[in-house]
Structure formats: C-alpha cells, structure tokens
C-alpha cells in the first residue's frame, strides 16, 4: 500500500525584503517632507510659523518616524 505524504501547506503571507523597503522609504519620504516644509515655511514667514502649519508637519515628522520603526520591527523580526 502507498501512501501520499503530505506536509502541511503553509498558508501565512510571508513578508518579503520589498515590503519592508517600502514601509522604510515611505517613512523617509513623510519625515522629509515634513522636515522640508517647516524649513520652508519658516523661511517664507520671515521666522513665524501658524499654529496649523506647524501641526501638520508635526504629524509629516511623527508619522515618518513611526513608519521607520514599524520597518525596523518587520525586518528585526524575520
């Protein structure tokens, strides 16, 4: 009698090196920009940035940085 041996598929997405590259470049790109702006904000307003100007590039920064460590995470833990 023969019988088929069959391994368990393995149904779980693996993640690939590109996911984590996009995750960290699209955190570089939200960190810089946010960056950028506020320098070029404050240059265009002669040293005075609005409080709304201000807030947005905060959250450009924050989100870029959470991005960063989230592709840290990802890649740490391959």
Same mark, same amino acid.
């Given at each position: 009698?023969?019988?088929?041996?069959?391994e368990p598929e393995d149904i779980? /997405?693996?993640e690939t090196k590109s996911d984590v590259e996009a995750i960290?470049?699209? %955190?570089?790109?939200?960190?810089?920009?946010?960056?950028a702006l506020a320098l070029l904000l404050l240059i265009a307003?002669?040293?005075?940035? /609005?409080?709304q100007a201000l807030t947005g590039m905060l959250i450009f920064a924050?989100? %870029?940085?959470?991005?960063r460590i989230?592709?840290?995470?990802?890649?740490?833990g391959r």
């Open positions: 009698m023969i019988f088929a041996v069959n779980t /997405p693996h960290r470049a699209g %955190g570089n790109v939200a960190f810089t920009l946010g960056v307003n002669d040293g005075e940035l /609005p409080d924050v989100i %870029g940085i959470g991005l989230e592709a840290a995470i990802r890649e740490r």
